[in-house]
């Protein structure tokens, strides 16, 4: 059984920092494209950040280039998404998902490509 689960979510200010990580099980790790996604109220699904299996290429939504930065562990069966100079429109839901790829540096940013779905972790920035 696939389970994705996310954590580090938090209530935080403006500028503040957070590290959200994803924990996977039931999966060949190693195998799998990740992505972050994250969900406002009343808003659509948004594409965040993507990494590659091997973690060699990695792909940024243009908001929140240079802020944040997708990592992975392949022996852990872990990503992270460590987030820098949070703003009040980053107040979200932030997924991790996973993709099963053949292909090494492979990224992907649509959300229907995506095989498997973690719950979610809230994040808030207050201003």
């Known amino acids: 059984q696939v389970q994705l689960v996310e954590s580090g979510g938090g209530l935080v200010q403006a500028g503040d920092s957070l590290r959200l990580s994803c924990a996977a099980s039931?999966?060949?790790?190693?195998?799998?494209?990740m992505g972050w996604f994250r969900q406002a109220p009343g808003k659509e699904r948004e594409f965040v950040a993507a990494?590659?299996?091997?973690?060699?290429?990695?792909y940024y939504t243009d908001s929140v280039k240079g802020r944040f930065t997708v990592s992975r562990d392949n022996a852990k069966n872990m990503v992270h998404l460590q987030m820098n100079s949070l703003k009040p429109e980053d107040t979200a839901v932030y997924s991790c998902?996973?993709?099963?790829?053949?292909?090494?540096?492979?990224?992907?940013?649509?959300?229907?490509?995506?095989?498997?779905w973690g719950q979610g972790t809230q994040v808030t920035v207050s201003s």
């Open positions: 998902a996973a993709r099963f790829s053949g292909a090494v540096y492979s990224v992907y940013s649509s959300p229907s490509v995506y095989d498997y």
């Open positions: 039931g999966v060949t790790f190693s195998s799998y494209a």
């Open positions: 990494i590659a299996r091997s973690g060699g290429r990695t």
